[in-house]
């Protein structure tokens, strides 16, 4: 299957702080990119599609100035949770489908973030 | 509401049986149908996908799609104690570019 990776695989920070997370498709090229959030025992949440070249499109509930997400190119994609509060502790998960009919998706090793 | 429903479980099988996990979705017009394994702490990962009515194999693994009765079906055949995980099934519908999770089902294989 297809390839998604992301940087960095936990983070822990200080509350207040803003941090990065980066997903790259190693071996195909994303134009749409999604981002989850999945708390301890709970389902995937999707917080936002990601779309190369224009605005993110955020779920209902979803902060946009809060989790801001950049599609600098076909292969990569961006969140960064500003001002990271304790709440926003969580596992946060990328995707991507490969385009043509097969609209399989991959899904990169996640990023825990833990906020002190 | 486009919706995809599973059963939460946990559903415990013996190793070695049969592993049947269903889901059922509610847009008649989705076309693209996945299953997921999630081990604890792990992201998703793809491991059956299906398009047409029917059963599709891969080694133990048999999905089953009935669009009339609008559900989906995973089949684990000679289940082994590391299929353990929660199994999660999406739905790709029809006019929207996202995929609609259900909450999975978490399966248990007992040594």
């Known amino acids: 299957g297809a390839v998604v990776s992301q940087h960095p695989s936990w983070v822990i920070c200080k509350s207040g702080t803003s941090v990065k997370i980066e997903c790259r498709s190693l071996d195909f090229q994303a134009t749409t990119m999604f981002w989850y959030r999945q708390f301890p025992k709970q389902s995937l949440m999707l917080m936002a599609t990601s779309n190369e070249g224009s605005k993110a499109t955020y779920e209902q509930g979803v902060e946009k100035d809060k989790f801001l997400i950049n599609h600098a190119s076909l292969t990569l994609s961006t969140l960064t949770v500003t001002s990271a509060h304790p709440e926003d502790s969580s596992f946060y998960i990328c995707s991507a489908p490969t385009s043509g009919g097969a609209n399989e998706q991959f899904f990169g090793p996640g990023t825990r973030l833990t906020v002190l | 509401q486009k919706e995809v429903e599973q059963n939460s479980g946990p559903l415990s099988v013996p190793e070695g049986a049969i592993a049947s996990l269903n889901c059922t979705y509610s847009d008649r017009g989705s076309q693209s149908f996945f299953w997921y394994r999630q081990y604890s702490g792990k992201s998703p990962e793809l491991i059956m996908s299906?398009?047409?009515?029917g059963d599709k194999e891969d080694g133990r693994f048999t999905a089953q799609l009935n669009k009339a009765s609008q559900y989906v079906s995973l089949l684990i055949r000679d289940s082994q104690p590391s299929d353990s995980a929660t199994y999660l099934c999406a739905v790709h519908p029809s006019g929207t570019y996202k995929y609609i999770f259900g909450t999975g089902t978490r399966l248990k294989v007992l040594a």
């Open positions: 299906i398009y047409s009515n």
